[in-house]
C-alpha cells in the first residue's frame, strides 16, 4: 500500500503550509495554511487550493497561526467535511484567528466593491463556523487513530499555545514506521511557554527551516532588557507604546511588566492592552493556564497572575480605547505587531510628535511597514494619509522570536541522524531550507531533501 508525501504548500517558502500524507486510500493533510505575501499571487494560491476538499479525509493541525490554519474554511468552503485533529488549545485559538481572518477579508472586500471591484471573500463567518464544527481537540500525548493505519500523537512544541511536534505511526503493510512534523519549532526558556519536548525517534522526519541560515542574537535577559529601557524611557515621564502581536508577543511583554513591578524593580506603572485580539488571546492563554511553564505556574502559586493583575487593563470597546489619548504615562501594548493596522496607529498619531513618549518594537519588522520605517529612524512618516515627524523616541528588542534559529534546530534533531532515514525541509524560504539541508548532512543525516511545491516522495 501506498505511504507518501506530497508537498502542496511551504515548500521552498514559509507560508501555506499543506502537506498531504497518503496512507493506502486514504489522504491526510497536515496543516492547511493561507498563503501570504504579495497580494496577487497570494489571492490566486488562496482561491484555488493545490488538492479539493472532497479529495482530503482528514486535517491534522500542528498550531493556529494563520499561514498553518487559514485555509481551512476554504478548505471546507470546497467540500471538506472531515475531522480537523489538533490540540485543545489550538482548537481554542482557532476559534479567534478564522474569525479574524474572515473579519479582515470582509473589510477589504467592501474596500474592494467601494472601487468597483466586483470579487468575493475568500470565506465568511459561515465557512468558519462550518469549520469549528469538524475540529477535535485532543491533549498533548494522547495517542488516536486518525485513518486505518495511522495514529497520531501531539508533542508541546514550545511555540505558541497549543503548537505541536506531530508524530505518526503507522502499520502500513504490517511495517512500523513513524514520521515527524516538527510544525513550528519553538526555543527553550520563551516566556509562559514550556520548552519544546524531545523529537522521538523517527524513520521520516518533516523539518520546518524559517532560520535555516540564520541564529538569533545572543541571548539577553529578557526582564532586565525591558526594565532598563523603560526606566530610561519614562524616568521624566512620558509613555511607552508597545506594538505587539496578540498572540505571545503581547502576552510576554504583560508577564514581564508584571514581575517587575512585582519585585519592585519598576514603579507601578498603568499598562493597558488594547487590542480586541490580543485580549481574547490572553483569555484563552489564561484558559489553559496548565500547559504554562514551570516558572510561570509557581508565579501563579505564589498569587501573581502572569496576565491579570493589578495595573494591567484590557481594553474592550472604541470609546474606551480613544479615551487613552489623554493617558500621558504608562504603557500601552496594542496590535498590530509592524504598526500595518489596527488601534496601534491611533496611539502612535499621539505619540510619535511627542519627545517625552516612546514606541518599543519587540518584533521582526518586515520591509515596507511603518513599525521598519520607525526602526530605520526615518524623520517623518505617513500614518492614514498624513505625514508626522517623528519626535519620539524609538527602541526595540529582540529576544522574542518563538522559532528556533539553524543551531537550537540542530540541537533539537541530530539526536536522530543515525536512526531517521529521510528528512523534508519546508516551511523556509529556497536559502535557508537548503542551507539548513547542508547543516543536517554534514551532522550526519543521510537522505535530505528539500521538496519542490507538488513533489511527491514514497516513504521507505
Ligand atoms: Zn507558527
Known amino acids: 500500500m501506498t505511504l507518501s508525501l506530497t508537498f502542496l504548500g511551504a515548500a521552498r517558502h514559509v507560508t501555506g503550509t499543506k502537506h498531504l500524507l497518503t496512507v493506502g486510500d486514504k489522504k491526510v493533510l497536515l496543516d492547511c495554511g493561507l498563503v501570504q505575501g504579495p497580494r496577487k499571487m497570494a489571492e ?15 486535517v491534522v493541525l500542528s498550531h493556529a497561526h494563520i499561514d498553518h490554519c487559514g485555509a481551512l474554511p476554504r478548505l471546507v468552503k470546497d467540500g471538506f467535511g472531515g475531522p480537523i485533529w489538533c490540540t485543545r488549545a489550538t482548537a481554542d ?29 475568500l470565506y465568511d463567518q459561515e465557512d468558519v463556523e462550518r469549520t469549528l464544527r469538524l475540529v477535535r481537540g485532543i491533549d498533548y500525548h494522547e495517542t488516536f487513530d486518525v485513518v486505518p493505519g495511522l495514529r497520531v500523537t501531539f508533542l508541546d512544541a514550545g511555540h505558541i499555545l497549543g503548537a505541536a511536534i506531530v508524530v505518526m505511526d503507522t502499520d502500513v503493510d504490517h511495517r512500523q514506521r513513524r514520521i515527524v512534523f516538527t510544525g513550528d519549532h519553538g526555543r527553550k526558556e520563551l516566556p509562559i511557554l514550556r520548552d519544546p519536548e524531545r523529537i522521538p525517534e523517527c524513520d521520516a522526519l518533516i523539518t520546518e527551516s524559517t532560520y535555516g541560515d540564520r541564529l538569533h542574537p545572543p541571548r539577553v535577559d529578557m526582564a532586565s532588557e525591558l526594565q532598563r529601557i523603560v526606566e530610561e524611557e519614562l524616568h521624566d515621564g512620558g509613555r511607552i507604546i508597545v506594538p505587539a502581536f496578540a498572540v505571545g508577543r503581547t502576552q510576554s511583554v504583560v508577564l514581564f511588566l508584571g514581575q517587575l513591578m512585582m519585585d519592585g524593580r519598576l514603579p507601578k506603572l498603568p499598562i493597558y492592552v488594547d487590542s480586541p485580539m ?23 502559586r505564589g498569587g501573581h497572575h502572569p496576565l491579570f493583575f493589578e495595573g494591567v487593563r484590557y481594553v ?8 487613552l489619548n489623554e493617558v500621558r504615562e504608562g504603557v500601552i501594548v496594542s496590535a498590530s505587531g509592524m504598526c500595518e493596522s489596527g488601534r496601534v496607529l491611533h496611539h502612535l498619531k499621539q505619540s510619535i510628535g511627542r519627545k517625552q513618549d516612546c514606541v518599543l518594537l519587540v518584533g521582526y519588522q518586515a520591509e515596507n511597514t511603518l513599525g521598519r520605517r520607525l526602526m530605520d529612524g526615518m524623520d517623518e512618516v505617513r500614518i492614514y494619509g498624513d505625514t508626522y515627524k517623528v519626535r519620539c523616541k524609538v527602541r526595540s528588542m529582540s529576544g522574542f522570536s518563538a522559532h528556533a534559529d539553524y543551531s537550537e534546530l540542530l540541537t533539537a534533531e541530530r539526536h536522530l541522524a543515525m536512526r531517521c532515514k529521510q528528512v523534508f525541509v519546508v516551511h523556509g ?21 528539500v521538496p519542490a511545491k507538488r513533489d511527491c516522495i514514497d516513504i521507505a
Not at 45 to 58: K, S
Not at 429 to 449: N, Q
Request: charged share 30%.
Open 44 to 58: 490566486h494560491a488562496n482561491r484555488n487550493l493545490p488538492i479539493g476538499g472532497g479529495e482530503v479525509d482528514c
Open 93 to 121: 485559538m482557532l476559534r479567534m484567528m478564522l474569525t479574524d481572518s474572515a473579519h479582515i477579508q470582509a473589510q477589504d472586500i467592501k474596500h474592494l466593491r467601494k472601487h468597483g471591484h466586483q470579487v468575493e471573500p
Open 278 to 300: 490580543s485580549r481574547e488571546a490572553t483569555k484563552i492563554m489564561a484558559a489553559h493556564a496548565d500547559l504554562f511553564d514551570k516558572e510561570t505556574s509557581e508565579l501563579m
Open 316 to 323: 474592550a470597546d472604541v470609546e474606551e480605547s480613544k479615551s
Open 429 to 449: 524560504e529556497e536559502e535557508p531550507a537548503m542551507a539548513f539541508a547542508g547543516r543536517l548532512r554534514d551532522v550526519g543525516f543521510r537522505d535530505v531533501v
